[in-house]
């Protein structure tokens, strides 16, 4: 089928390689000329493991390619908007600036009987009103929605094989037609068994953000659980891994930690809170401004545990940051917990150094105050204090001893809690995590 992509940002270059990868021909649409040109070249703008791969192979298929020229999509049978939809500077709710603008760069392109399908994450109510835009410019085409699921780090498999499906899809001839087309496009996943969930627009946007809002709770519950563990003297590990084994609750995201960033969770569940306060529903998601405000407390938190480790005084001691990226297996730092505890240690005094695998370039264009060392042992050279924020596997399997020889002094502050604590503290580590004892 010819498809075609608009907007080439995360998860618009993923979808469009992939797509080429599943045997369409495709089309990737953005304004960024750099990015296009990038992509041209098959070089991915961004790390994503696979992802390069992708777009060499799908270029040099000839079904892969890259324009600045809307006009470029007047021949696709489906358009997938896959803009970013940022928090708005200032406010909770969506910017949905870049969507409108895509839509409107789209729509003199439609041609009868295509399928325009949304992909990026809006506030409900968004869809339906697309689809009167469409409607009014070719009346003969169809929108639906198909949220997307990605993870960072596995969002080529992600999209290739996801773990579900979602149409959102209108009534009638225009829904079938739509229909029609989204399961030409997923009919490997499809025949692979793929769960497949059709709904109308408002469900099938609601997916998304309620996903998200879920995960974001678990993630901040458990981290309540560690700072109440940390008090009681309890195990929250051992704590998650007993309520885990209830089907009903399940062991995933429920790792105590410096808690979540990246581009989704942190700004879709403001968001989603701006929505249901605008629909007169913000007393039903008033608990998310706690899953929030304890998100963000962790940060705080492991600086404390900083201080208190360094005898309340941070100002000129050298502290290593293992980590920049909000999770490993990315170079994203969009409200990185990690970025963010390690400006706020060097906002203090400390001698913040940071490191990496993939992040540097980024963090430091956002924070060129920071010191950065893309060699780890170098990192850790002289370091009073190391601070675990990104739980990359070669971070994961550290060698304490090896460690030791580098420091200065052997005080580690798990941030991941993903050291195993009495294998550092056997090397002589004073060891501290969180909710553990």
């Not at 075609?4 to 021909?25: K, N």
């Not at 994450?121 to 869809?127: E, K, M, Q, R």
């Amino acid at each position: 089928m010819r498809i075609s992509v608009i907007g080439c940002g995360y998860l618009g270059a993923v979808h469009a390689a992939s797509m080429a990868e599943l045997g369409h021909t495709v089309v990737g649409i953005d304004v960024d000329a750099a990015k296009i040109a990038a992509l041209s070249q098959a070089r991915a703008p961004f790390f994503e493991p696979g992802l390069p791969e992708l777009l060499a192979r799908g270029i040099e298929s000839g079904r892969l390619r890259f324009s600045t020229d809307p006009a470029q999509a007047a021949d696709a049978e489906a358009h997938f908007i896959a803009v970013g939809t940022p928090q708005l500077r200032g406010e909770h709710g969506a910017d949905l600036s870049y969507v409108d603008a895509a839509v409107a760069a789209l729509l003199p392109h439609v041609r009868p009987g295509a399928v325009v399908i949304g992909k990026s994450t809006v506030p409900v109510g968004t869809a339906a009103a697309l689809a009167e835009r469409l409607a009014a410019a070719q009346p003969e085409a169809a929108l639906a929605w198909n949220p997307e699921f990605l993870r960072e780090g596995f969002a080529v498999r992600d999209t290739i094989e996801p773990d579900r499906i979602v149409y959102g899809l209108p009534d009638g001839a225009a829904g079938e037609r739509a229909k029609q087309v989204l399961d030409e496009i997923y009919a490997v996943a499809l025949a692979a068994d793929t769960p497949l969930v059709t709904a109308d627009y408002a469900t099938a946007e609601l997916v998304k953000v309620a996903a998200n809002a879920f995960l974001a709770t678990k993630i901040s519950f458990i981290n309540a659980m560690s700072e109440l563990a940390d008090v009681v003297g309890a195990d929250v590990t051992k704590l998650a891994d007993a309520i885990g084994y209830d089907a009903r609750i399940g062991r995933r995201f429920l790792n105590a930690g410096v808690g979540f960033g990246g581009g989704c969770l942190p700004k879709d569940i403001r968001a989603f809170r701006a929505r249901a306060e605008e629909l007169g529903l913000g007393d039903t998601l008033a608990f998310l401004k706690e899953v929030d405000a304890i998100n963000l407390r962790q940060r705080e938190r492991i600086v404390t545990l900083v201080a208190e480790a360094l005898a309340g005084d941070v100002v000129g001691k050298r502290v290593t940051v293992l980590g920049l990226a909000f999770k490993p297996e990315s170079d994203d730092i969009r409200d990185s917990p990690a970025l963010d505890v390690a400006v706020r240690l060097n906002g203090l005094g400390a001698k913040v150094t940071s490191t990496d695998p993939q992040a540097i370039a980024n963090s430091r264009a956002k924070h060129p105050q920071l010191a950065y060392e893309p060699d780890t042992d170098l990192a850790l050279a002289d370091a009073e204090v190391v601070v675990l924020l990104t739980e990359w596997p070669e971070y994961r399997t550290l060698d304490p001893d090896h460690v030791g020889g580098l420091a200065s002094g052997r005080i580690v502050i798990d941030g991941r809690n993903a050291l195993d604590p009495e294998r550092w503290r056997a090397a002589g580590w004073t060891y501290v995590g969180l909710g553990r004892p």
